[in-house]
């Protein structure tokens, strides 16, 4: 990877998102959801440690990271290897970053969900920003994208608040649908000078 980072301008405020490396349902082909079962594998480690490598030299401002235990594998493996390091009284973790719930889904293979959820399937594919779901059990409805979106804005208007130049990684679980979408990006267009995105696999 190569990329060029400048120092944002007295009034910029640069957010990276960076995603989990490979986890063990990744790696089987199942939906996470916000379970926490899932845990990185030795490649999903060694891409963590890699982006480590590739963020030394920036100055990191804060470091915000779900409280799933691959977000925090990920944050803690790629903590270990940037350079200036990071201050650990920088490093927040914010619940409210879990991966999206899947309550019907979590755990089952990718191909059993697209044959029997395929209309749901298709809408979180297609339109995530419309996506909800209802947990079987509890019958409670989540949707796709308030939370983390809830949680970003928090982050952003607290740091726009104290410090109008700052350098921001946030270490989430998220996956293509999770609500970092072109959806995210156009609501926060307003705010961000600099949106970049580092993901470790595809």
């Known amino acids: 990877m190569s990329w060029t980072f400048e120092k944002p301008s007295s009034d910029e405020i640069r957010v990276i998102l960076v995603r ?12 996470q959801g916000s379970s926490d079962e899932s845990v990185l594998t030795e490649l999903g480690k060694s891409m963590a440690r890699q982006t480590g490598k590739f ?3 920036l100055t990191v401002d804060a470091l915000y990271v779900s409280s799933l235990r691959r977000a925090q594998e990920t944050a803690s493996e790629m903590l270990s290897m ?3 390091a990071v201050n650990l009284q920088n490093v927040h973790v914010v619940w409210q970053l879990r991966e999206i719930d899947l309550p019907a889904w979590q755990g089952l293979c990718h191909k059993d ?13 297609q339109s995530p920003h419309q ?3 209802e947990d079987p059990h509890t019958k409670q409805r989540f949707l796709s994208r ?8 928090t ?14 990684i946030i270490s989430q679980s998220f996956g293509h649908q999770s609500g ?3 959806y995210c990006v156009e609501s926060y267009t307003c705010l961000l000078s600099c949106f970049q995105t580092i993901q470790l696999w595809n």
């Open 20 to 31: 989990h490396g490979e986890s063990t349902f990744n790696a089987q082909g199942r939906h």
């Open 146 to 153: 308030a939370r983390t979106l809830r949680a970003i804005a």
């Open 55 to 57: 963020l030394s030299g």
């Open 180 to 182: 970092f979408d072109k």
């Open 113 to 125: 969900v697209r044959t029997k959820f395929a209309e749901e399937y298709r809408c979180w594919k």
């Open 131 to 133: 996506f909800s779901m």
């Open 155 to 168: 982050i952003l208007a607290g740091n726009i608040a104290s410090s109008p130049r700052a350098n921001l």
């Open 82 to 84: 940037m350079t200036p």
